[in-house]
């Protein structure tokens, strides 16, 4: 007979005892008035009574007039954006959150394979799940050649058999519909080990979100609720988000009345340091969801049971007897409002404060030396040859993330196309940094960020390995970017010739070391010194770290020069 058992026959006595509470049972939508025993950090029985097996070694956490849920599972966010998970993990944890199902597709644009494995090893020992999903972005030869090693590749394949990989990282639709994909060998692995492949199908719809659903088992791009009620009804599991890009969850509440809610899953999609320590992290992505008319029961099994049986967690998401013992306790269920949290049998959040301090990551130099590029200040020049008639093609930073292709007439000078700030058009500059990569960068333009006098530059992108440099004049342009370098990746704005505010983020160039609420304090002086150099975008730091991404349908920006995303095309400067 096991441990378990013998707690579960009542003949042994359990390790904790959560007494008093009305428990969630997920798989039959209610809550019921039971004991909850654990073992070996482990549920051993639900009870009437646990009385029987409290002894005097036993911790007990009196849940009289509370209710008792599985941890929540955020099914969608993003571990290499802005902060360490160290970091931010007492924070998680005060939100209700035990699980996530992790995004790293930056580490693996700049440290291969390797820092995924790296990943994985620094995460394990937390107190909190992290799975993740193997980046494809090293797979894609859609607009530059394939990126990285094969060795990388046939690596990231094999991690497939890892038992905390649980799936394929987000594909955006533009790689994957109407055309080849090296990433193919990677979904048919994935296939045969029955792992799911996640989308990202923002802009993709009827007969392309059909031939997108072939591929793909989840996304989480739905804004509308028919966009959701059209993903569900061609096999697509929906996660709704909100987080700090965007509030999805309207759409989700419209779907969830008319399509099977064990299809819908919710997230945070990424909650950025000044979010997560102002606002939360999945509690008030349920509360949220809760808010917008969700019935509770389903927004809870939204955040628990879903999506663990969706990513195969078996022992995830449920209070039923085998399950790992992560347990929350509510003192409120509308409001969700957070009391107690149990991760594997261990008591780490109390009176709604965590007993877990921010913890310094422990990585290898690799993880701190992807930020050097030569410096070449002949980069930012734009020769007056360059285009054939007296425009220009540019990006135009529309709202959020969304950008749109736009003609600026142009300002030479000396026989060189230049920044004109008055009128809001910027250089904008993208240097690779892969680490097999050559270096290249390409100078195009940008507006709609406002008149900015200065320069801002950040190894922080989206998608792609390289550092991004926004500015008004060349010299202003390389002093950020410098910055950048010296602190090993980050953020920096420049005025005047001297670094006026900086974010460093040496993990990858991606993350920071520092606690989270130093991070949302040092972002916060970014964003002020932004906006007093001129920069009137809503969202500014948004605005400039996705210039790169292809996941949403138009001009972005390559080192091999603007990426046309919808017709799958590298186009120049030149607009005729």
Same mark, same amino acid.
């Given at each position: 007979?096991?441990?378990?058992?013998?707690?579960?026959?009542?003949?042994?006595? =359990?390790?904790?005892?959560?007494?008093?509470?009305?428990?969630?049972?997920?798989?039959?939508?209610?809550?019921?008035?039971?004991?909850?025993?654990?073992?070996?950090?482990?549920?051993?029985?639900? /009870?009437?009574?646990?009385?029987?097996?409290?002894?005097?070694?036993?911790?007990?956490?009196?849940?009289?007039?509370?209710?008792?849920?599985?941890?929540?599972?955020?099914?969608?966010?993003?571990?290499?954006?802005?902060?360490?998970?160290?970091?931010?993990?007492?924070?998680?944890?005060?939100?209700?959150?035990?699980?996530?199902?992790?995004?790293?597709?930056?580490?693996?644009?700049?440290?291969?394979?390797?820092?995924?494995?790296?990943?994985?090893?620094?995460?394990?020992?937390?107190?909190?799940?992290? %799975?993740?999903?193997?980046?494809?972005?090293?797979?894609?030869? $859609?607009?530059?050649?394939?990126?990285?090693?094969?060795?990388?590749?046939?690596?990231?394949?094999?991690?497939?058999?890892?038992?905390?990989?649980?799936?394929?990282?987000?594909?955006?639709?533009?790689?994957?519909?109407?055309?080849? $994909?090296?990433?193919?060998?990677?979904?048919?692995?994935?296939?045969?080990?029955?792992?799911?492949?996640?989308?990202?199908?923002?802009?993709?719809?009827?007969?392309?979100?059909?031939?997108?659903?072939?591929?793909?088992?989840?996304?989480?791009?739905?804004?509308?609720?028919?966009?959701?009620?059209?993903?569900?009804?061609?096999?697509?599991? /929906?996660?709704?988000?909100?987080?700090?890009?965007?509030?999805?969850?309207?759409?989700?509440?419209?779907?969830?009345?008319?399509?099977?809610?064990?299809?819908?899953?919710?997230?945070?999609?990424?909650?950025?340091?000044?979010?997560?320590?102002?606002?939360?992290?999945?509690?008030?992505?349920?509360?949220?969801?809760?808010? =917008?008319?969700?019935?509770?029961?389903?927004?809870?099994?939204?955040?628990?049971?879903?999506?663990?049986?969706?990513?195969?967690?078996?022992?995830?998401?449920?209070?039923?007897?085998?399950?790992?013992?992560?347990?929350?306790?509510?003192?409120?269920?509308?409001?969700?409002?957070?009391?107690?949290?149990? /991760?594997?049998?261990?008591?780490?959040?109390?009176?709604?404060?965590?007993?877990?301090?921010?913890?310094?990551?422990?990585?290898?130099?690799?993880?701190?030396?992807?930020? /050097?590029?030569?410096?070449?200040?002949?980069?930012?020049?734009?020769?007056?040859?360059?285009?054939?008639?007296?425009?220009?093609?540019?990006?135009?930073?529309?709202?959020?993330?969304?950008?749109?292709?736009?003609?600026?007439?142009?300002?030479?000078?000396?026989?060189?196309?230049?920044?004109?700030?008055?009128?809001?058009?910027?250089?904008?500059?993208?240097?690779? %940094?892969?680490?097999?990569?050559?270096?290249?960068?390409?100078?195009?333009?940008?507006?709609?960020?406002?008149?900015?006098?200065?320069?801002?530059?950040?190894?922080?992108?989206?998608?792609?390995?390289?550092?991004?440099?926004?500015?008004?004049?060349?010299?202003?342009?390389?002093?950020?970017?410098?910055?950048?370098?010296?602190?090993?990746?980050?953020?920096?704005?420049?005025?005047?010739?001297?670094?006026?505010?900086?974010?460093?983020?040496?993990?990858?160039?991606?993350?920071?070391?520092?606690?989270?609420?130093?991070?949302?304090?040092?972002?916060?002086?970014?964003?002020?010194?932004?906006?007093?150099?001129?920069?009137?975008?809503?969202?500014?730091?948004?605005?400039?770290?996705?210039?790169?991404?292809?996941?949403?349908?138009?001009?972005?920006?390559?080192?091999?020069?603007?990426?046309?995303?919808?017709?799958?095309?590298?186009?120049?400067?030149?607009?005729?």
């Amino acid at each position: 007979m096991t441990d378990l058992q013998a707690v579960a026959l009542g003949e042994a006595t =359990a390790d904790l005892v959560v007494r008093g509470g009305h428990v969630f049972l997920p798989e039959r939508g209610e809550f019921q008035r039971r004991d909850v025993a654990v073992s070996d950090g482990v549920v051993a029985t639900l /009870t009437d009574d646990a009385s029987t097996v409290t002894g005097s070694e036993t911790q007990v956490i009196d849940a009289t007039d509370q209710h008792v849920l599985p941890g929540f599972i955020d099914a969608h966010t993003h571990v290499d954006l802005h902060q360490s998970l160290e970091g931010a993990v007492h924070r998680m944890l005060e939100g209700g959150t035990t699980g996530l199902i992790a995004e790293c597709p930056g580490v693996s644009l700049v440290l291969g394979a390797g820092g995924v494995t790296t990943l994985l090893d620094r995460t394990a020992t937390l107190p909190i799940d992290v %799975r993740f999903t193997v980046p494809p972005q090293l797979f894609f030869d $859609t607009f530059e050649p394939q990126p990285g090693r094969p060795e990388d590749r046939e690596e990231l394949r094999a991690l497939l058999d890892h038992h905390r990989i649980v799936g394929v990282g987000e594909t955006d639709w533009i790689h994957a519909v109407g055309s080849e $994909t090296p990433a193919t060998a990677l979904y048919d692995r994935a296939a045969a080990v029955g792992k799911p492949v996640t989308g990202h199908a923002a802009g993709c719809r009827d007969e392309n979100l059909s031939a997108f659903a072939t591929l793909i088992d989840n996304d989480h791009e739905a804004i509308t609720g028919d966009e959701v009620i059209e993903r569900v009804t061609r096999g697509i599991h /929906t996660v709704g988000r909100y987080g700090t890009i965007r509030d999805d969850i309207d759409a989700i509440a419209e779907a969830a009345e008319q399509v099977p809610t064990r299809e819908l899953s919710l997230s945070s999609d990424g909650m950025w340091p000044r979010d997560l320590v102002s606002e939360g992290y999945m509690d008030v992505v349920v509360q949220r969801a809760i808010e =917008a008319g969700i019935d509770p029961i389903d927004a809870f099994r939204m955040a628990t049971l879903n999506p663990a049986r969706h990513f195969g967690l078996d022992d995830r998401g449920s209070l039923s007897p085998g399950s790992v013992a992560d347990i929350l306790v509510l003192d409120e269920l509308e409001t969700v409002s957070v009391d107690t949290v149990v /991760t594997s049998g261990e008591i780490v959040v109390q009176g709604g404060d965590a007993l877990v301090e921010p913890m310094q990551p422990d990585y290898p130099d690799s993880f701190r030396e992807t930020a /050097t590029v030569s410096r070449e200040p002949d980069r930012y020049r734009v020769p007056s040859d360059a285009v054939s008639g007296d425009t220009v093609r540019a990006v135009e930073c529309a709202s959020g993330l969304l950008t749109r292709e736009t003609c600026e007439p142009v300002v030479e000078r000396d026989g060189e196309l230049v920044a004109d700030p008055d009128a809001g058009l910027l250089k904008a500059t993208l240097v690779e %940094r892969r680490p097999h990569g050559d270096g290249a960068s390409f100078t195009g333009f940008v507006t709609g960020l406002g008149p900015l006098r200065g320069a801002v530059a950040t190894s922080m992108l989206w998608e792609y390995p390289g550092h991004l440099v926004v500015g008004s004049t060349a010299a202003a342009m390389q002093r950020a970017l410098d910055r950048v370098i010296e602190m090993g990746g980050g953020w920096a704005a420049v005025a005047d010739g001297s670094v006026v505010a900086d974010v460093p983020l040496p993990l990858a160039g991606r993350c920071a070391e520092m606690p989270v609420e130093e991070t949302a304090a040092a972002y916060e002086t970014l964003e002020r010194a932004l906006r007093d150099l001129g920069m009137d975008v809503e969202r500014p730091l948004l605005a400039i770290q996705t210039l790169t991404t292809p996941g949403v349908p138009r001009l972005r920006f390559t080192a091999s020069g603007y990426a046309d995303i919808r017709n799958q095309r590298t186009v120049t400067l030149d607009p005729n």
